[in-house]
């Protein structure tokens, strides 16, 4: 999947990789990286897609297998909370220790304020959204607040345009990427590298840890 090898090179790829004349690093160079495959169903016009039972039952395994981190660059219109079993699986996750990050979904220019999608909008999730190089708040960024819990999310921005990662090789290897998607693992990474450090710490310490000590972002002019 180019998908998922850009997002997991994004998280943590080795260090000092050579991609043509530049190098570059995953956030958490040498974590190790659990493979959960939930796009299984092959949908025209979208690639392959996944259903909410498989993605439920693939937390549920990361959570068995002992994961520190779930990063999850997925997502689809949010449904009542109560009802949407991944989100469901996204909080049981939370508490049971592991830190939960999700991107926020790239529907603004779509569909405007309130936009951000599930399993973003799990109160136990990190929302990610995507900013691009000069710090400001990328246009298509999903913005909550969330449609049907209201919740204020997205949690946090980080880079999520033109972002260099790796993609397999029938694909050349390296491709630059914009999305939520992108974005995601860049607080996936920093939550394993903060974990390495505070080995202790709740899920909820690493989110607020994360959440309180970033540096403002611009909000793009909106039409």
């Not at 220790?97 to 926020?104: I, L, P, W």
């Not at 998607?181 to 903060?194: D, Q, R, T």
């Amino acid at each position: 999947s180019d998908h998922g090898t850009h997002v997991a090179g994004i998280a943590a790829g080795d260090y000092d990789t050579a991609a043509g004349r530049l190098k570059v690093s995953g956030i958490a160079p040498r974590a190790y990286i659990g493979n959960y495959r939930i796009g299984t169903n092959p949908t025209p016009g979208l690639g392959l897609d996944g259903n909410s039972p498989e993605i439920a039952a693939a937390v549920e395994q990361a959570v068995k297998d002992g994961m520190n981190v779930i990063n999850l660059s997925y997502g689809e219109p949010e449904i009542t909370p109560s009802r949407d079993i991944v989100v469901q699986a996204m909080n049981a996750a939370a508490a049971a220790g592991v830190v939960s990050v999700v991107a926020a979904g790239n529907d603004y220019d779509a569909i405007g304020a309130g936009s951000v999608g599930s399993p973003a909008t799990a109160t136990g999730a990190i929302a990610v959204a995507a900013a691009s190089k000069k710090n400001v708040i990328a246009y298509f960024s999903s913005v909550g607040p969330t449609p049907i819990s209201l919740e204020l999310k997205p949690d946090v921005t980080a880079p999520g345009v033109g972002i260099l990662s790796s993609v397999p090789r029938r694909e050349g290897l390296w491709e630059t990427l914009d999305g939520t998607s992108m974005a995601a693992p860049h607080v996936a990474g920093a939550a394993a590298v903060l974990l390495q450090r505070h080995p202790t710490w709740t899920a909820e310490q690493v989110r607020s840890a994360v959440v309180s000590t970033g540096n403002p972002v611009s909000s793009p002019k909106r039409k």
